[in-house]
Each structure stands twice: as C-alpha cells, then as structure tokens.
C-alpha cells in the first residue's frame, strides 16, 4: 500500500509538473490524457467538456487502443450527464449495456462497446464541467476504488490547470479586446467622413473575426430604406441595392438588440427578408444594432460562410461594444455636418443680403 501510494503520488505530481503554466487547453487535455492512457488498465480514454448554454458535451480528448478519435458534440445524457448532475463518481463493473439503457446513455460513441468502465468529474468551483472517463473493451472489473480515487485526484489537478488556462486566456482576450477598441476609436477620432468610418471599422472587424463577410447598413428613416454603405467578403467588396428593411435587419432595428444565430438554417430566404444580398450563403452569423439617440439606426452584421457555431457570446458583447463606437464617430460626423451646412447657408444668406442691402 505504501508502495502503491508513493506510485500514486509520483503519478500525480508529474502530471501537475507536465501542465503547470501550460495555457493551451488543448495541450493540457492532451497530456493528461495520454499520461492517464499509460497509467490506467484502458483501452479509451475520454475527456469531455460541457457547454452549458447548449447543454451539449463536447470532446477534446478521445483515444482508444492508441487512435485518437473523433466525436461529434452529443446532448447531456446517461453516464456522462449522472456524473455532471451529481458531482459524484460513476464506476460500471459489468452489464455495461443494460446499465447503459436503464440510464439513456448511448452504448458507445465511438470505437468498440466497453465492458466496464469509470467516470469522474471535473469539478470547477462547485460545479461540473465535463468528465473523464476510462473504459477497458475487453474485462469487466478492470477498475477498483482506489483506481476510481486516483482518477478524482488526477481530475481536480486537470481542472485546476483548465481553469488557471481560461482565466489567463480570458485575460488576454480582454486585453486584446481593449487594444482593437482602442485602437478602432484612435482610427476614428477626428474622422468626418462618413464613407471613410464605415471602411475604416469594417476592414478592422474582418481582420479580427472569424468572419468571412462583414455588413454595415443604415436604416434612412425618411425614405424606409436600408443603405449598405459597406459589404465585403472572401476580401471583395460587394455592392448592393437600398431596399426596405426585412428578416433579421428589420427584426434588430425594430427590437434594438442583437441577434446570434450559431447554426443559420440552409438557404432560408426568409430569414434575410426574402433573398440574401449578395455573396455566399452564410452558416452563422452575428447581428448588432446601430443605436443613436436610442433608436436604432443601423445594423452590423457578421458571417461565416464555411462553418456553423462561429461566434460565441464574447464575440458578440464585443461587437457591440465596436458599434457602440462606430456609432459615436457616425454621429459625431454627422452633427460637425449639419454644423458646417448649416454655416455654409448662413454664410451664403449673409452675402446675398449684403449685395442687396
């Protein structure tokens, strides 16, 4: 037993000195993976993360009998999801499909049917974020409680290094994410022409996002048409009639808030107010409102053309947070103007009484 608990130890404290400071997720959840493939009487082993938003499981780490697989994102459910629920460890000695079936979970995801196996979870301030799991295919019984406990440790040592790696991640984006805002109002400031701040603000949002078309329209109140002063994609700029508002640019007007679509429906002209505007059907995409005096005066538009799921809520906040600044500058632009328009006619008023007085 001491021997066993001085392995265990070595065990652990290599695995923490393997991702101490490491700060790609993925490489974190590839060596521990592949140190718990060595350790472990199993043949798969599995690390999934859960989204909660979506409630779906996804998989950065699956291998089985050394091959690395891929599994598509699946619903919270049987095995997987008792463990998210309770907190608490699962471990199946035998009957894994009858077991499998009393609880909803599917046999296998991918590879052979297990015959036992364990499940612990990865538990970040008091709530479950994914599993790990082991599975032997070839014995039932492969896996004891003290098996069971190494793993609880290995996990809480995984989830530490994940959520050290998200919060210096999310310290990095919010910095990136300043830098763009102030770098997108340093690019604006003292801007006044109009066609020169939307071209300015559209090329800095294709440079950053994951977005292969970037739209800015406003929305003429007199006249009830939308203007798109600025689209391009794939690095071409695209040109399009003014129409009246429609689909999901009338919805955001009318509403004032934004709307993220993860998985845009295929060739649904409805949603784009009866036919796409111009370029390739989008897969997802990201709409913002352009807000001035609280009304809605615009929209700004992000697709992805090649792949769903593109954009996330932070995208979104800081899309917002650039229209809000785009909005700024416009608005600005426009009141210096009507400023010099206005200055201009009573320039103009001054010298014709001057030359019939």
């Given at each position: 037993e001491t021997r066993q608990r001085n392995a265990e130890l070595a065990l652990i404290n290599s695995v923490q000195d393997a991702i101490a400071g490491e700060l790609d997720q993925q490489a974190i959840?590839?060596?521990?993976?592949d140190r718990i493939q060595e350790i472990f009487d199993a043949q798969t082993v599995t690390i999934s993360t859960r989204d909660v938003a979506k409630d779906v499981l996804y998989f950065p780490y699956v291998i089985e009998r050394g091959e690395r697989l891929e599994v598509d994102p699946t619903p919270v459910r049987g095995f997987s999801g008792q463990v998210l629920d309770t907190r608490k460890a699962l471990r199946i000695?035998?009957?894994?499909?009858?077991?499998?079936?009393?609880?909803?979970?599917?046999?296998?995801l991918a590879g052979e049917a297990p015959k036992s196996g364990v499940f612990v979870p990865l538990v970040v301030g008091?709530?479950?974020?994914?599993?790990?799991?082991?599975?032997?295919?070839?014995r039932e019984h492969a896996f004891s409680e003290s098996d069971q406990q190494l793993l609880e440790t290995l996990a809480g040592s995984l989830s530490v290094a994940l959520e050290n790696a998200r919060l210096v991640h999310e310290t990095r984006q919010r910095n990136a994410e300043l830098a763009l805002i102030?770098?997108?109002?340093?690019?604006?400031?003292?801007?006044?022409?109009?066609q020169a701040i939307y071209d300015a603000v559209g090329d800095r949002l294709r440079d950053v996002f994951d977005a292969q078309a970037v739209f800015i329209s406003t929305f003429d109140e007199a006249t009830g048409l939308m203007h798109?002063?600025?689209?391009?994609?794939?690095?071409?700029?695209?040109?399009?009639?003014?129409?009246?508002?429609?689909?999901?640019?009338?919805?955001?007007?009318?509403?004032?808030?934004?709307?993220l679509m993860a998985d845009v429906p295929p060739q649904d002209d409805a949603l784009y107010g009866g036919s796409l505007l111009a370029g390739e059907w989008p897969k997802s995409s990201l709409f913002v409102p352009l807000v001035t005096g609280g009304k809605a005066t615009g929209v700004i538009s992000l697709q992805n053309v090649d792949r769903a799921n593109a954009f996330g809520e932070s995208d979104q906040q800081l899309l917002e947070t650039l229209a809000g600044s785009l909005s700024v500058a416009l608005q600005n632009a426009r009141l210096v103007h009507e400023t010099r328009q206005r200055n201009a006619e009573l320039a103009l008023i001054n010298s014709v009484q001057d030359a019939i007085a």
């Open positions: 959840y590839d060596t521990v993976g000695n035998e009957k894994w499909a009858e077991e499998a079936e009393r609880v909803g979970s599917p046999v296998v008091g709530k479950a974020t994914g599993v790990v799991s082991l599975q032997n295919v070839d102030n770098s997108i109002q340093d690019a604006l400031a003292g801007e006044l022409e109009l798109f002063p600025y689209i391009i994609e794939r690095g071409e700029r695209l040109q399009a009639e003014s129409a009246p508002p429609g689909g999901i640019s009338k919805h955001v007007l009318e509403t004032g808030e934004s709307l």
